[in-house]
């Protein structure tokens, strides 16, 4: 019990990697609507976010959904069979983005990299809200989550 105790994720650290998650989605959203092909600078956006992209969806797979097929039937679990159905799409339409879309392509065709990027994004934006709206405040009530870190015991004294 202490161990998954001490792996166990909180609400407050998630919703911050969503915030950090969304923040360079915005930074890529703001690149494209400028004027001309800034590839490089693209290329790396779009790595650092699915970086960020990967490492956060691995900790929720350790958490949730690896949880969701051991336990009792109800909304949560409805809810992950849900966004898996729905997310495994957008995890498809995103390495196809990845694929897709190399420094070379981003420079070829800015224009089509900007509208494939702001559909994309708005998909994965629309994504961490239904995750922060719907899914962690049923994951934090069913106890597969917590609400913020313990606070440490201090050492002096």
Known sequence: ????????HDIERLIQEHKAMDGLAEDLLALVES?????????????????????????????LYANHFAAV???????VTAFERTFADL??????YLHEWTPDNINIDWRNFAHA???IIGRLRERIAQENDILYPLALQQGRI???????????G
């Open 35 to 63: 004027s001309g092909p800034r590839a490089e600078e693209a290329f790396s956006l779009i790595r650092r976010l699915s970086a960020c992209l990967d490492e956060h969806l691995a900790a929720e797979q350790g958490f």
């Open 73 to 79: 039937p109800g909304r949560l679990d409805e809810e």
């Open 117 to 119: 990027t702001q559909w």
């Open 146 to 156: 917590r609400l913020r870190q313990p606070m440490q015991k201090s050492s002096s």
């Open 1 to 8: 019990m202490f161990q998954a105790e001490a792996r166990m």
């Open 91 to 96: 995890k498809e339409e995103w390495a196809l």
